[in-house]
């Protein structure tokens, strides 16, 4: 429900006389109208990334399907019609972008994962241009894991270091003589919370309260602070450490503004002033006002007559979302601020007609499904489908982020919220009181209202994208503008051709471009005249920063339990060996390759055996495999033990219960590891599959190019650390000719590498047989960005392929790299050629085109062919419902057995949203 001015009588609760009344209704309209002024100013907008699963593996292709909202009901946005969506690495680096088309606040697309992607922790970003004025913070930002959740030294428990502690009291201040909620929260040096046990005592050292942290670090007690005194808090790490962390002072005057959010259907309302403020200002006005998303939902004056006052106010009146509550002074001055999470049941109801509870590989599954709203009423809307066999995958459904997560709760949000999804995955009493101190910790903020009161609300720095535009400038030789030149911009490959005239300043722009990623334009600039020497620079794309990553917000937490406590066992090792000199008993393993130090067996510290393959290749599946195939394991009630410890179990170095096993057939092993535990670690199983390990990969045929060896043409710079030109071959770009892809011209020129259909570089000398980067200008890219470099750009192409040309990069290059060095000519965040020719080819960051999933299809009892292993079963962005609410999906089972999860999630045209989750077994 939302307030207008004239509704506004209506949610007034105290007023006393006709002339006060009107005296609010001063204050209460002034400041709505401000409010509006300023929201339909700069409305919000946010994205949501509906994704095909959680994790993925190097070689994977990410899809996704974008929701787009805006405004003060979350419907799907006008506002924007560009989205960029970026892949960013643990360095905060952006490795890969798309730039998607929006059309009636929807789009999808996919990410390819280079094969090379370095295992680990990442996050996708995804946001418009018009975001941008409310901040990075408020961009989707869901952090996922690539090549399974390797477990690193530097995510373990930190032991030494004391935690960031903050108290947070409700309202915003303490105030003497006020009984207040105190929240606070505790988050170690790696950005994650730690759970604590603590006491509050006053100067004199009495005991005032106590507390324990409920959930992720977070917790709440009451303080009732009084005049002369102060508070600190003795807080108990969970390595038994005592610190002490002051509170923060108590005002002597003020107001407090508390919600109760226990109840279902209404929240308690209560406003406090202590004595002083009281005294000094009985029978004054107060306000109170309740908005969110550019809308207010509730306003309220009231008198002074008393020091307490309560109210009952319905949450039906409220939206589900975060909602502010802002107490104003007489004077109109926001004196306290409360947000609270408002759980109604207004969202997305999605029902499945049937939902076969097992089933087999490649069965066929058809699926009936209605959407109706909150009244029960059939909507059409927009959804998108997942199908994943969650048993392969690696999933904790509390990190993952989902539609309700991310729009109602993380958008509005600064900063990182640990698993944001725990508060909406099966809810109870509890999940929602502690959702409630999170709004009093990580919800906690300063009031924004300068602005709005003093209608001085600041102009949009940037515009919303409608559409892609492309600008620049052309200049004469010596750098004067060329005012009124013609400028024309064409794509042979789409087959557009576009004009446009320069201002007085030389400035050009196209707008309304609707060419795509893979197109190579070419801009051609002529004089008023005619004249075509002339130099053109165009302007490159400015993005946002990636903000500076805590340790939180790259981790990806797949099980509470890490496989490794480091800094435990190195203790506990130290002491062991300094009491008891105690060695390490000798491992005679047989193997035809040793284990190399990692960060499984802690860098070599502990012992481990290589299982022969062989054992296993018998079993039905690695679940049997593991109880029944490996030498010194045994299964006693369901569970692993190895060294009467039990036993962990990890694949591609995701933690996988014992059930989750029979999703992998032994054919997929490539070895298996079997580590030692300690007193502190426990013993752990660990297969690395063949499509982990890169050996399950075409390779392709070498081609022996033979051919004397030329002088080394000389290359005076390159980013190539070895030095310009110390290289296995060195190609000058005058060697480039007629290219319409580069990678084309590079067929046969360069010795010992291959081109993938794509023009990924492939490493085929000495049987590397791997794919390799490209680095253009000192920037690492994956090799299927090859095709994207201009041929005349070019200047020298480097390439590294040997051992000792490649160690230098370390396992960062894989397969090598080829070390491109792009001609002179660019000035500040401008391109153009080295040679002003009025003419320059330039490489346009189009819209996406995203691609087809692949789903296939089997006939009833089909079981030959090449086995069916993938984790990602089927993906639908595009599914609409009719009018009657109804739409149908079908797809085909893969061959890996184990637990299939569908997700539904959508939106309808009211800007409701849902989501539905189903589980089904394969066997």
């Known amino acids: 429900m939302k307030i207008t001015i004239a509704s506004l009588f209506a949610v007034m609760l105290f007023t006393t006389s006709s002339v006060f009344a009107q005296q609010d209704t001063s204050f209460l309209i002034k400041t709505l109208n401000s409010y509006k002024k300023t929201a339909d100013a700069a409305p919000v907008e946010k994205v949501y990334l509906h994704l095909d699963k959680p994790n993925y593996l190097p070689g994977d292709t990410l899809w996704f399907k974008a929701y787009v909202v805006a405004g003060k009901t979350n419907q799907l946005s006008d506002i924007s019609g560009v989205l960029y969506t970026e892949l960013i690495n643990a360095s905060d680096s952006v490795i890969s972008r798309v730039v998607s088309e ?196 509730y306003a309220t004056a009231g008198k002074l007559v008393g020091a307490v006052f309560t109210a009952s106010v319905k949450k039906s009146r409220f939206p589900s979302g975060i909602m502010a509550f802002t107490l104003f002074d007489d004077t109109g001055q926001p004196v306290n601020e409360r947000i609270a999470f408002i759980a109604n049941d207004d969202t997305l109801k999605i029902a499945a007609d049937t939902i076969v509870k097992t089933t087999a590989p490649r069965d066929k599954i058809k699926l009936n499904l209605t959407v109706k709203n909150e009244d029960g009423e059939r909507v059409a809307g927009s959804f998108s489908v997942a199908v994943i066999n969650q048993s392969r995958v690696g999933v904790d459904e509390d990190a ?14 600064k900063g990182y919220i640990e698993k944001q999804n725990y508060y909406f995955n099966r809810q109870t009493p509890a999940k929602r009181a502690e959702l409630d101190v999170l709004m009093l910790t990580q919800g906690y903020r300063k009031f924004q209202w300068q602005q709005t009161l003093g209608n001085s ?89 990636v903000l500076k990553s805590t340790g939180a917000a790259t981790a990806v937490s797949l099980n509470s339990n890490s496989l490794f406590n480091t800094d435990e066992y190195k203790e506990k090792l130290k002491a062991d060996s300094l009491k008891y000199h105690a060695t390490l008993q000798q491992v005679t393993i047989t193997a035809k390759k040793l284990a190399k130090p990692d960060v499984f067996n802690l860098h070599g510290v502990l012992p481990e055996r290589i299982v022969d393959v062989t054992r296993i290749r018998g079993q039905n599946s690695l679940q049997d495999a593991a109880r029944w195939a490996i030498p010194g394991v045994f299964s006693v009630s369901g569970r692993l033990l190895y060294e009467n410890l039990p036993l962990a179990v990890s694949v591609n170095g995701l933690r996988m219960d014992v059930t989750d096993l029979a999703a992998y057939d032994p054919q997929e092993v490539e070895n298996i590891r079997l580590i030692s535990g300690s007193n502190a670690t426990a013993p752990l199983l660990l297969f690395i599959t063949k499509r982990y390990a890169g050996t399950d990969t075409t390779v392709l045929k070498e081609v022996t190019v033979k051919s004397s060896r030329s002088k080394v043409p000389q290359v005076t710079r390159s980013s190539n650390l070895h030095g310009a030109g110390n290289a296995d071959q060195v190609l000058m770009g005058d060697k480039l000719v007629g290219c319409v892809n580069i990678a084309d011209c590079l067929r046969g020129k360069l010795f010992g590498i291959t081109f993938k259909p794509d023009g990924t570089p492939v490493n085929t000398s000495r049987g590397i047989n791997r794919d390799m980067v490209i680095i253009v200008d000192g920037i690492q890219l994956p090799g299927s960005e090859l095709n994207n470099v201009v041929a005349d750009n070019v200047l020298s192409i480097e390439t590294l392929i040997t051992g000792g040309a490649r160690s230098i990069y370390g396992s960062n290059i894989g397969g090598g790299a080829l070390i491109i060095t792009n001609k002179i000519g660019s000035e500040a965040k401008f391109v153009t050629s080295d040679v002003a020719k009025g003419i320059i080819a330039y490489p346009f960051k189009g819209y996406h085109v995203a691609r087809t999933y692949y789903a296939p299809k089997y006939t009833a009892g089909q079981s030959a062919g090449a086995p069916d292993l993938r984790s990602g079963i089927y993906w639908k962005p595009d599914v609409l419902s009719d009018s009657n609410g109804a739409f149908s999906i079908d797809y085909f089972n893969g061959d890996t057995k184990g637990t299939y999860r569908i997700v539904v999630e959508g939106i309808d045209g009211n800007g409701q949203i849902g989501r539905q989750t189903y589980y089904y077994t394969v066997k």
């Open 457 to 545: 609300a600041a102009k949009p720095v940037y515009t919303a994208d409608q559409y892609l535009s492309l600008e620049g400038v052309v200049k004469t030789l010596s750098g004067d503008a060329v005012p009124n030149g013609k400028v024309t911009l064409s794509s042979t490959k789409e087959n557009f051709v576009k004009d446009t005239v320069t201002n007085i300043t030389g400035n050009f722009r196209f707008d309304k471009l609707s060419l795509t990623d893979t197109a190579k334009i070419a801009l051609q600039a002529r004089k008023e005249k005619g004249g075509k020497n002339v130099a053109i620079f165009v302007k490159q794309p400015s993005y946002p920063t």
């Open 102 to 297: 929006i059309n009636s606040g929807i789009t999808w697309g996919d990410l390819t994962l280079s094969s090379n992607l370095k295992r680990g922790s990442y996050h996708i970003r995804a946001y418009t241009n018009w975001m941008r004025n409310a901040g990075a913070d408020f961009f989707y930002d869901q952090p996922l894991s690539i090549g399974g959740n390797l477990f690193d030294e530097s995510s373990a428990k930190t032991t030494e270091l004391t935690p960031d502690v903050q108290f947070m009291p409700e309202g915003g201040d303490l105030v003497n003589g006020l009984r207040a909620k105190v929240a606070f929260k505790v988050v170690n040096q790696k950005g994650l919370s730690e759970n604590v046990t603590g006491s509050i005592v006053d100067n004199n050292n009495n005991t005032v309260a106590e507390f324990t942290t409920l959930h992720a670090g977070m917790g709440i007690f009451a303080l009732l602070p009084e005049s002369g005194k102060t508070y600190t808090a003795n807080i108990k790490l969970s390595t038994g450490r005592i610190v002490s962390v002051a509170l923060p002072k108590a005002k002597e005057t003020g107001y407090s503004l508390q919600i109760n959010n226990s109840h279902n259907d209404s929240l308690g309302i209560k406003i406090s002033a202590n004595n002083q403020l009281f005294k000094a200002k009985q029978n004054s006005a107060f306000y109170l006002i309740a908005q969110n998303g550019g809308e207010v939902y």
């Open 400 to 413: 993952e982020g989902s539609i309700f997560s991310h729009l109602l709760l993380k958008s509005d949000l």
